[in-house]
């Protein structure tokens, strides 16, 4: 059994920052790759960023050059650094483990609860 718990979220103006955390516990996941997705009001859960365990790091063109993934192996953690916030990034923000990493959710095995991001304009 895995569990993953987020924190960080909350609410800020947009050009903002914000740093996400989630940890996982249940056992280690140096083999596995850790992703973040977000999923706004009324729209599909969308893939965001993720890093493998080789340490590669992708991103969705929208968050390139402004989000930034790491990843803590030691600490089964992986982190989201958020900067130039805009309103479109508004929306609850998972993170996730997968076998290996894709942009699709359902391809992915554990995910945490969720926590919410909300930039103000």
């Known amino acids: 059994q895995v569990q993953l718990v987020e924190s960080g979220g909350g609410l800020v103006q947009a050009g903002g920052s914000l740093r996400l955390s989630c940890a996982a516990s249940?056992?280690?996941?140096?083999?596995?790759?850790m992703g973040w997705f977000r999923e706004a009001p009324g729209k599909e859960r969308e893939f965001v960023t993720g890093?493998?365990?080789?340490?590669?790091?992708y991103y969705a063109d929208s968050v390139k050059g402004r989000f930034t993934i790491s990843r803590d192996n030691a600490k089964n953690s992986v982190y989201l650094q958020m900067n130039s916030l805009t309103p479109e990034d508004t929306a609850v923000y998972y993170c996730?483990?997968?076998?290996?990493?894709?942009?699709?959710?359902?391809?992915?095995?554990?995910w945490g609860q969720g926590t919410q991001v909300t930039v103000s304009s």
């Open positions: 996730a483990v997968a076998r290996r990493i894709t942009v699709t959710a359902g391809s992915y095995d554990y």
């Open positions: 249940g056992r280690t996941f140096s083999r596995y790759g």
């Open positions: 890093v493998s365990v080789s340490g590669v790091l």
